[in-house]
């Protein structure tokens, strides 16, 4: 059984994002991921919308969500304020942060395992 | 000086072909120490007001910041699509459901917004963006005033600092005497309220 949260992830870039979910799929193949890169037109940045769309197109309520940069972050906290499910923002490592995620949420670890392997990826 | 719905409107407006106007000058700005597309985001956003109040235009004063702040989050993007957004959204806020403004409560609306940027970005003055410019702004406010020689200091001194906030923040030293992007869009904002208001001065 896999755990009930699911994975955001906010990219400037969308084939940084496309690289990480082929990547945790691996690890996670059952676990909700769903994620936002680069702007509308797929340049590089960030967009609200796609950000938003990311968050409600997850089957699950509760999410932990993975960003690279500020402005990725600043999109993510603005959704999460107008969004109806809980989501946890974690200032970690995107692609380890992730991925180790990804990996204990498959194998539905305990929640305070989980939290503890993020704090020592926290990097920003 | 008195706010009303139609100072406001015409402020935003102001604003908004501003940015329009100066949209390439302000991706030059972010080429240097950014990304290079804050003049674009921000001029995709002004142009969706525009388009917006052409068809219909604010009816109450909160309107006018409320709608804004729905452009810029949903139609920017980027750093700025958040920042400003949010700024816009907590001076509709502090305005609720006032027609018009008196000074001291146009200060309170300005601050809130100041704030607002400070929450988002997690940022405070000195540390060459935004914040830089709306925090003279402010204090010019207060007196009852706002002229365009206050801005212009505010960037050459916000020019002359280091970025510690943000993508600029990468380069260090070498962000030092360059434009930030964000204090000179700020500076726009600000001229169209001199513009659209009747302030003394130039
Ligand atoms: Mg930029």
């Known amino acids: 059984m896999v755990t009930n949260i699911g994975i955001v992830m906010v990219s400037h870039s969308k084939d940084i994002v496309k690289g990480i979910n082929d990547l945790i799929q691996q690890v996670a193949p059952n676990v909700s991921i769903t994620y936002a890169g680069g702007t509308v037109n797929g340049d590089i940045g960030t967009s609200f919308e796609t950000v938003q769309q990311a968050i409600e197109e997850n089957t699950c309520h509760q999410l932990f969500a993975f960003y690279d940069l500020g402005s990725a972050k600043m999109n993510l906290e603005m959704a999460a304020e107008l969004s109806e499910k809980e989501i946890e923002i974690l200032d970690v490592s995107f692609i380890e942060g992730v991925y180790c995620t990804a990996a204990l949420f498959e194998m539905n670890a305990d929640l305070t395992v989980v939290i503890s392997e993020l704090e020592q990826l926290m990097v920003k | ?202």
């Open chain 2, 1 to 202: 000086m008195i706010v009303t719905k139609d100072l406001t409107h015409k402020w935003f407006t102001l604003f908004a072909e501003k940015v329009i106007q100066e949209k390439e000058q302000l991706s030059e700005y972010d080429r240097i120490i950014g990304d290079g597309d804050h003049g674009m985001n921000m001029a995709r956003g002004a142009q969706q007001l525009i388009t917006l109040w052409q068809a219909v235009p604010p009816v109450h004063l909160s309107d006018v910041f409320k709608q804004a702040a729905m452009k810029w989050i949903s139609g920017v993007g980027g750093a700025s699509g958040p920042l400003y957004g949010t700024a816009f959204l907590e001076m509709a806020k502090a305005v609720g459901a006032k027609e018009e403004l008196s000074n001291d409560e146009l200060v309170t609306a300005v601050k809130a917004g100041f704030e607002g940027i400070k929450k988002r970005g997690k940022s405070d003055i000195g540390q060459k963006t935004m914040l830089d410019l709306w925090a003279p702004a402010v204090q010019d406010l207060e007196k009852d005033e706002l002229t365009m020689a206050t801005l212009q200091t505010a960037l050459t001194k916000t020019n002359e600092l280091k970025a510690t906030k943000g993508r600029a923040s990468f380069l260090g030293d070498r962000s030092i005497n360059e434009v930030d992007p964000g204090a000179a869009s700020s500076k726009l904002f600000f001229e169209a309220l001199i513009e659209a208001g009747e302030f003394g001065g130039n």
